[in-house]
């Protein structure tokens, strides 16, 4: 896939709550095709940019897009939970971003696993060493089945689809994603919910299980308020609501921050960030059409005080 055709999500909005004019070091931590870490640097001589992903394919390909920027940008192969690490006692002055989404690449190349909409392997893993979608599949128990749907997929027919693949199994073990579709269609009936196939949440569910998504999220937060400067951005999109309420509530309760317990209001000297975005800010219809990826992905801001 060329990084031409890569769409960067909420672009605009991304850099203008980032605010790269001010330099400084910022932290990209879902790198991907570099697409957001392009804009921000030719936005701003001053800023310089780690960029982290733990997709190495991904890694190459931003390598060749911004080799033009230099030592500006610096990449590594890491999970965004590893920022601490990665960042070896800097401080980040500058922000802390991550675009909680599956990549373009991931979903376009079958062999990845991660899309019901090609056949291929039940990969899904987003770096290397992590467990398989087809691991978890046949050999998690009806019941870790039955919770990995429910807690990550919101599936209300969890436990049936599970059953179904226990079934299946025995018979003879799913190696395909499209071996896991129609053993989800057969569990659950083909008919579409709402706009999206009826075995999608059970692959955003796997996908989440297989990758550790929101307990990498939560290490990422709790990373990112002790090593941002203040002044320093925290800009998070994500594109579900188990993701956007893990951010909602942790930049909420920081910015509200510890209450007297005789006058029940916040202390100022506990509140740790301003909230920049009231409210989960959405792609506009121009970009959804252009881009239908960006449909359900809700931006968050906030300052380091």
């Not at 932290?27 to 982290?52: F, N, Y």
């Not at 942790?250 to 975005?277: C, F, H, V």
Request: hydrophobic residues 35%; neutral net charge.
């Amino acid at each position: 896939m060329s990084t031409s055709l890569h769409q960067p999500v909420l672009l605009a909005e991304t850099i203008e709550y980032l605010a790269p004019g001010r330099g400084g070091l910022f932290v990209d931590c879902t790198l991907g095709l570099g697409g957001h870490t392009e804009a921000l640097l030719e936005s701003s001589p001053s800023a310089r940019v780690l960029g982290i992903d733990r997709d190495p394919q991904a890694l190459e390909r931003a390598a060749g897009r911004l080799q033009a920027f230099g030592e500006r940008v610096e990449l590594v192969e890491a999970r965004f939970s590893e920022i601490g690490r990665v960042l070896a006692g800097r401080r980040v002055d500058g922000g802390i971003f991550a675009d909680l989404g599956v990549s373009s690449m991931q979903l376009d190349r079958g062999e990845r696993g991660f899309s019901f909409q090609q056949d291929g392997p039940l990969d899904m893993r987003m770096g290397r060493g992590d467990v398989t979608a087809e691991e978890v599949i046949n050999h998690y128990s009806e019941e870790e089945l039955a919770r990995v749907f429910k807690q990550y997929g919101e599936e209300r027919m969890a436990r049936r689809v599970a059953r179904e693949l226990v079934r299946r199994r025995e018979e003879e073990p799913l190696r395909t994603t499209s071996d896991l579709r129609e053993a989800v269609h057969r569990a659950k009936g083909r008919s579409r919910e709402g706009r999206i196939d009826s075995s999608t949440r059970v692959f955003q569910a796997l996908r989440l299980e297989v990758n550790r998504e929101l307990v990498e999220l939560e290490e990422l937060l709790d990373q990112a308020i002790r090593l941002l400067d203040q002044d320093g951005r925290l800009v998070i999109i994500s594109y579900h609501s188990l993701e956007d309420r893990i951010v909602k509530h942790r930049l909420r309760g920081w910015a509200q921050g510890e209450k007297d317990p005789i006058t029940g209001r916040p202390r100022e000297e506990t509140q740790l960030l301003e909230l920049l975005t009231r409210r989960a800010v959405g792609p506009s219809e121009s970009e959804v059409e252009e881009n239908p990826r960006a449909r359900s992905a809700r931006l968050r801001a906030a300052r380091r005080l």
